[in-house]
């Protein structure tokens, strides 16, 4: 209880609100979501956001359901639906912009501004946002990858020597996978 109110104390210091008081506002979320630091989930339409099951949230995601730019010339804000489908990871720093449905089983990559809709099992990266690829395609090349480190390789627990393990195996190769357990 009070590590709760701890939380949400700490969330309102920094400008945002929980994904609980989001709920209790009308947000839908399912089963799965893993909201990272920092993201911003519209607190005044929360109401218009739907999340499905499995949906991961990377740091610094935006999500607007009201655009206000016509306030200056028209006195209205402009308000729309936001919703993500099932299996869905949006890349840090991306901005989902009102109006817009993400579809199942896709990957928005990091940096982008979702400003129409994305199909499911796409992957989708940009200013704005277009699909480059259908998901099978992207975890066929994720498969293609040898390397793999396991969760003793991440921080804080990683060792000087795994580091330097690390960084060995990527000055020769492009990338390698981090395992996790489930």
């Given at each position: 209880?009070?590590?709760s ?7 309102h ?15 839908t979320v399912g089963s ?13 339409h929360?109401?218009l ?5 499995n949906?991961t949230l ?7 359901a009201?655009?206000?730019s016509?306030?200056?010339?028209r ?24 109006g817009?449905?993400?579809?199942d ?5 990091a940096?982008?501004v ?5 199909p ?9 946002a277009?699909v480059i ?8 090349k994720v498969d ?15 060792t000087?020597y795994k580091?330097?393990?690390?960084n ?8 390698a996978?981090?395992v996790?357990?489930?």
């Amino acid at each position: 209880m009070i590590k709760s109110l701890l939380r949400n104390i700490l969330f309102h210091l920094r400008g945002y609100e929980t994904t609980e008081e989001l709920i209790k506002r009308g947000m839908t979320v399912g089963s799965g979501f893993k909201r990272m630091a920092h993201v911003m989930i519209d607190p005044g339409h929360s109401w218009l956001i739907t999340i499905g099951n499995n949906v991961t949230l990377a740091p610094r995601v935006h999500l607007l359901a009201h655009d206000a730019s016509p306030q200056a010339w028209r006195k209205v804000t402009r308000i729309g639906r936001v919703v993500i489908g099932n299996n869905v990871f949006v890349g840090a720093d991306t901005v989902v912009l009102p109006g817009v449905s993400i579809g199942d089983n896709v990957v928005v990559g990091a940096g982008s501004v979702v400003s129409r809709d994305i199909p499911s099992n796409s992957l989708a990266a940009g200013c704005p946002a277009r699909v480059i690829s259908n998901i099978d395609t992207y975890l066929s090349k994720v498969d293609t990858i040898n390397m793999k480190f396991d969760e003793s390789y991440l921080f804080p627990n990683i060792t000087s020597y795994k580091k330097a393990e690390m960084n060995a195996y990527l000055e020769k190769h492009k990338y390698a996978l981090l395992v996790r357990k489930r």
